[in-house]
């Protein structure tokens, strides 16, 4: 039977499904792809909240997009979401994901900063976590806004950025560098394995199926030796210990919804802090269904992490 004939879906992510594969035709190029993703991402962007303003910049030869409440900032300047998109690692870019942004501006007033970070094939790992540290410190280093505080950093990232995100905490521990305040992954590559029960039940899902996520990988990581560096996949790291707290967002039917359960369970037995939610009936990529009110729930729960590890 097919994943449909298995899985029962709402109404309203199999209208969400429907009109991504009907926006996202391609002609099964690369550059075709890359292409029908930014359609579909910007299909489902909703409108920018009023009270922002948002600026274009150039960081380290990296596109940066900085969105600023327009309200007094906080003494010492506004908190940093350091924001790590997803797409496979080789698609994406600033203007496929102000969708995260717009849904994180109508529930925090947070400064948020998002990464154009090189993208696979031309530049696989470890070029794109490379990049997300390249900007990690120049906001810690006070170079992106003086309405920064450059202490007080959460980094987030969904699917492929939220390996980024996990990977980059994991790396930052290894060097010795200061951990961010948090760590919101969002149903995230964790592994280069594909056994885990998820991708077992879920395979052939429409929004990402164990054969789309390999072909990612291969092009991520063409290096056999390199499919299992922590820093590329966080889930095989030798040890957790001395990880940012994390909230992990998975959506239930998903091939990556085990590894994500898995990863808190890894960090909680090694003493760091981590909360899962989650979204009920969503599919990989259901983030982008605004509206949806699982949806806007996982919305609600990741906003009071966000908020909760800036608080401290």
């Not at 409440?69 to 870019?93: E, K, N, R």
């Not at 990977?167 to 964790?190: E, F, K, M, S, T």
């Not at 885990?196 to 390999?214: G, H, I, K, M, R």
Request: hydrophobic share 45%.
């Amino acid at each position: 039977m097919s994943f449909h004939d298995r899985i029962p879906l709402c109404p309203e992510i199999l209208d969400f499904l429907a009109t991504s594969r009907r926006i996202g035709a391609s002609d099964g190029s690369l550059e075709g792809g890359r292409e029908a993703f930014l359609r579909v991402c910007r299909h489902f962007t909703p409108p920018r909240p009023d009270g922002w303003q948002v600026t274009d910049l150039q960081v380290d030869a990296l596109p940066v997009r900085l969105y600023l409440p327009l309200a007094q900032a906080p003494s010492g300047g506004w908190p940093v979401l350091l924001y790590l998109h997803g797409g496979g690692w080789d698609h994406g870019h600033l203007d496929t994901h102000d969708w995260f942004a717009h849904a994180i501006a109508r529930r925090l007033k947070i400064a948020i900063v998002a990464v154009a970070y090189r993208l696979a094939p031309e530049h696989p790992f470890p070029a794109s976590l490379d990049d997300s540290l390249s900007i990690l410190h120049a906001i810690r280093a006070g170079r992106l806004s003086d309405a920064l505080n450059p202490q007080r950093i959460v980094v987030a990232g969904d699917s492929a950025g939220g390996a980024l995100a996990a990977g980059l905490c994991v790396r930052l521990r290894d060097q010795g560098q200061a951990q961010p305040l948090g760590q919101a992954l969002l149903y995230p590559v964790l592994t280069t394995h594909s056994h885990q029960p998820s991708a077992s039940l879920y395979f052939d899902a429409p929004s990402l199926s164990v054969e789309s996520l390999a072909g990612c990988l291969s092009r991520y990581l063409p290096d056999p030796a390199l499919r299992e560096h922590p820093w590329a996949m966080a889930l095989h790291a030798k040890s957790f210990e001395g990880l940012a707290p994390a909230f992990i967002g998975v959506a239930e039917h998903d091939i990556l919804y085990s590894e994500g359960l898995h990863y808190a369970e890894r960090l909680r037995q090694d003493g760091t802090s981590a909360t899962v939610h989650v979204g009920k009936g969503m599919v990989h990529g259901s983030l982008r269904a605004m509206g949806v009110a699982e949806v806007e729930r996982f919305y609600d729960a990741l906003a009071a992490a966000i908020e909760g590890f800036v608080r401290g």
